[in-house]
């Protein structure tokens, strides 16, 4: 995709004005489409608003651009975005700002997500001059996003035959809405590289993976995969993510 705008020589934001006319109605109409979607906490409905005086004090919730682009494997367009929450009691007192970065887009059924993600995957992709997208995906499924099946923020990808254990059961639920079926699958105990905690990976052999909601098509392969869980970062609760 062919890119010509500027960013913001502060915070390397998008300058909106710079996009081209036609991709910025596309990505107005994703911001509108996504804001207006179901969130997992009914308090954190992106309301934006401007609310502040000549002396900066109110409140106002903002948002800015980040990257877009076309995902990979659905070809739909996606965009990072940064909304921001300012607020500011009395004049005499300092504002309190606080961030939330998303990437958004359209489920295969034309439902819209936003996935929370980290601010440092954001700014170390512009610092490389990197794709903002690119650097996000691979960082929510810890791998290169090309080479995966995904499903939502789930997903598969070829591996060697696993160390670990065999499991009982051949039917394992993630999130309370992916279901994995597979001939064999095993569990694998790893630690943690910087908070040592102890946490789990899973292993399946010739899996199929389907949405319990069904928001998203099945999908399988052969072979032995290793399943990913896709990472989401914390997030302040006055813009809350979708519901998957």
Known sequence: MNKNYKRGDKFREIILSTVNKSMQKKILRLIEGVKNAQ??????NWDFHN?????GVGEAINWDLYDYGYDF????????IQIRQYVKRRKSYFPQIRKNYYLIGTNEDKSYFAHPIESRVIHNAIKKEDSVIKAVQNWIFDTDYKSIYRQGDMGLINCKKPKGELLEESKVIFRESHLISADKIY???KTGSVSNDIYKEYYAFNPTMKHIPELHPEISSEGWCKVLVGKRTAYWNFSAPTID
């Open 39 to 44: 969130k997992v906490d009914e308090h954190g």
């Open 51 to 55: 609310d502040v005086n000549y002396d």
């Open 73 to 80: 494997h659905s070809k739909k367009l996606l965009c990072v």
């Open 187 to 189: 569990v694998s105990l």
